[in-house]
C-alpha cells in the first residue's frame, strides 16, 4: 500500500493512505471478506477470499487499478494544500463515475459471483414476490436478488422494546401476516406490555410494521 504508484510511470505518488490509516483499512478488508490474514507470529501476508476476487472480476479496469487510488489521495494533499479546488476534484469523480455507469457493460454470469452468504432454510414466503425469504446472519431477506424485502435481526421495532427478532417469528409474520408479542419494553413508562405485532409491509426500502392491542 505504501508503494502503490506504478514504478513505470513517471510520478510521486507515495500510496494507498497513511501509516496511521492503513492498518485500519486492511481490518475493514478483513472484516468484510475481501482478504484473509495468513502467516505466522513474525511474518504475516494476505491473500485475497473468493469474494474478493468476485469483486475485482466485476469491477472496470480503472476502478481495480491502485494508481487511482494513488492519484486521488494525492490530489487531496493538494487541496489540503490549497493547490487543487475541492469542487474540480468532485466534479472530475462525479464525471469518471457518470462515463462507468453509461459505459461499463457487466460481465456475464456476475450474479453467480456473489451467492447468499449464509443462506439457511427456508423461513417462509416473500409478500413481495413469492420467493423463498431464507435466514443469514445478520436478518431474514429474500432469496431473490432483484427483491429487497428484509427482516433484519437489529430492526430498531424490536430492539426499541428490547424483543428478539427470531425465526418463529418471522416465520409467523410471514405466514400469517401477524404475531403476538409478549413482555415488551416500553421506554416511556418503564414497564412491559403485550401487542399483536402486524406485517405492513409497502414494498418501500424498509419493512414497516405496526401494533394491535386487543380490547381490554
Request: some cysteine; aromatic content about 8%.
Amino acid at each position: 500500500m505504501e508503494n502503490a504508484n506504478n514504478a513505470e510511470v513517471d510520478t510521486d505518488m507515495k500510496g494507498i493512505g497513511t501509516p496511521a490509516t492503513r492498518a485500519g483499512i486492511m481490518e475493514k478488508l478483513i472484516k468484510t471478506g475481501l482478504v484473509e490474514r495468513k502467516g505466522d507470529k513474525k511474518v504475516k501476508y494476505f491473500i485475497p477470499t473468493h469474494k474478493g476476487i468476485a469483486l475485482v472480476t466485476v469491477l472496470p479496469e480503472d476502478i481495480q487499478s491502485p494508481l487511482l487510488t494513488a492519484e486521488w489521495e494525492e490530489k487531496l494533499k493538494e487541496i489540503e494544500q490549497g493547490k487543487l479546488s475541492a469542487n474540480a476534484f468532485l466534479e472530475e469523480i462525479s464525471s469518471m463515475t457518470t462515463s462507468l455507469v453509461n459505459t461499463y457493460e457487466c460481465i456475464k454470469g456476475a450474479n453467480t459471483l456473489f451467492p447468499r452468504e449464509n443462506a439457511g432454510a427456508k423461513v417462509g414466503t416473500c409478500p413481495r414476490c413469492g420467493a423463498d425469504v431464507t435466514e443469514n446472519k445478520k436478518g431474514f431477506c429474500c432469496s431473490s436478488r432483484d427483491c429487497q424485502f428484509a427482516i433484519w435481526k437489529e430492526n430498531k421495532f424490536f430492539t426499541a422494546k428490547k424483543k428478539t427478532v427470531t425465526k418463529a417469528l418471522v416465520s409467523e409474520l410471514l405466514s400469517k401476516g401477524k404475531s403476538t408479542l409478549k413482555g415488551c419494553y416500553s421506554a416511556k413508562t418503564g414497564k412491559n406490555y403485550d401487542c399483536i405485532v402486524v406485517l405492513d409491509d409497502t414494498g418501500g426500502k424498509y419493512v414497516n410494521f405496526k401494533m394491535e392491542f386487543g380490547k381490554k
